[in-house]
């Protein structure tokens, strides 16, 4: 099982919709970040949330540190929403070990006009 | 404001030839990664830097080296190209190792035939 679980893998909807992305983690964690990566390929940092709830303009992260989930929000999707977004947690170090990001294998929306 | 700097953008190699990735950044941050992103898989960490003089490996360090000899610049070298080396490889800083978002750059798309 992989440490972090993204839901669902694709998503497409119409203009306005508002739009639920997923992310469940197994293990305990210090922060997550949600990011953004571009049709072209680029990759922006959206968020990063260590307990209750970011905005940013259209969007909105929350995270339920108990319940080990995050959901990233969009209101009112626009077609320039449409990309991939990649869920990541800051995975606290074991014995001996460090702290490391791991990597969600990231949602794809697509927002049609 | 260029911030991350990844060259080339795409590069085919033949089995066994070399070939170093460039990144640099002029945010002057402490921290620099490369990472390599598969289809339908998560980033993968492969090395990342403290500081100009330190590097360490990441998850996936095998087939890679890697140099940092000033603030801004973060070659990865691969010394002999194999077919599971095809991959977009992308590189990121932050001012702080994990408590701070990292800036990506645009990615370099690497084929090996």
């Known amino acids: 099982k992989n440490e972090v679980e993204q839901s669902p893998q694709n998503l497409t909807a119409q203009e306005g919709e508002f739009i639920t992305i997923n992310c469940s983690y197994s293990?305990?964690?210090?922060?997550l970040h949600w990011l953004q990566q571009h049709p072209g390929g680029g990759i922006v940092s959206l968020f990063m949330?260590?307990?209750g709830k970011k905005k940013h303009g259209r969007l909105i992260a929350t995270i339920n540190i108990q319940e080990k989930h995050s959901s990233l929000h969009i209101t009112a999707s626009h077609p320039r929403d449409s990309a991939v977004y990649i869920c990541?947690?800051?995975?606290?170090?074991?014995?001996?070990?460090?702290?490391?990001?791991?990597f969600g294998k990231g949602t794809k929306l697509t927002v049609n006009p | 404001n260029a911030g991350v700097t990844q060259t080339p953008k795409f590069r085919i190699l033949k089995i066994g030839q070399s070939m170093t990735l460039q990144c640099t950044q002029d945010?002057?941050?402490?921290?620099m990664y490369w990472y390599r992103q598969d289809p339908g898989m998560g980033l993968k960490l492969i090395y990342y830097?403290?500081?100009?003089?330190?590097?360490d490996k990441g998850e996936v360090p095998n087939g890679y080296n890697v140099s940092r000899s000033t603030t801004e610049d973060f070659p990865l070298r691969l010394e002999l190209a194999a077919p599971s080396q095809t991959s977009v490889y992308f590189c990121?800083?932050?001012?702080?190792?994990?408590?701070?978002?990292?800036?990506f750059g645009d990615g370099t798309r690497l084929s090996i035939l």
């Open positions: 990121a800083s932050s001012y702080f190792r994990l408590n701070q978002p990292q800036h």
């Open positions: 293990v305990g964690i210090s922060a």
């Open positions: 949330l260590s307990s």
């Open positions: 990541a947690v800051r995975v606290s170090p074991g014995a001996g070990g460090s702290e490391k990001l791991v």
């Open positions: 945010m002057n941050h402490n921290y």
């Open positions: 830097s403290v500081g100009a003089g330190i590097t």
